[in-house]
């Protein structure tokens, strides 16, 4: 069974940047489409962006469009999340995600086959 996981969170200071990672291990993960979600207290967990198993088609939350970047490489089994402009809004557990077949929506969570266990982002002075 794929197994993810994440790394990379912390604490930052609005304007300031972080770069998540999402590691595979037990199987490759470059057969998989991957995505980050996000969750904030009190609040459903949300997608924030999505990359095609090639790297080739990403999409964004438009919360986060125009700041954060997601990439991948294969080789390392890794996706990367980039995240610049950091925002108070932003504070959540972030997660990873794999999914084996279809298109990477990032309103149809449930469609995920393997996640990971979060990694915590907080943003603030």
């Known amino acids: 069974q794929l197994q993810l996981v994440e790394s990379g969170g912390g604490l930052v200071q609005p304007g300031g940047s972080l770069r998540l990672s999402c590691a595979a291990s037990?199987?490759?993960?470059?057969?998989?489409?991957v995505g980050w979600f996000r969750q904030a207290p009190g609040k459903d967990r949300e997608g924030v962006s999505c990359i095609t198993p090639s790297g080739g088609t990403t999409n964004y939350a438009d919360s986060v469009k125009g700041r954060f970047t997601i990439s991948r490489d294969n080789a390392r089994n890794t996706v990367y999340l980039q995240m610049n402009s950091l925002k108070p809004e932003d504070t959540a557990i972030y997660y990873c995600?794999?999914?084996?077949?279809?298109?990477?929506?990032?309103?149809?969570?449930?469609?995920?086959?393997?996640w990971g266990q979060g990694t915590q982002v907080t943003v603030s002075s």
């Open positions: 995600a794999a999914l084996a077949f279809g298109p990477c929506k990032l309103g149809q969570q449930e469609r995920f086959d393997y």
């Open positions: 037990r199987f490759g993960l470059d057969p998989y489409a």
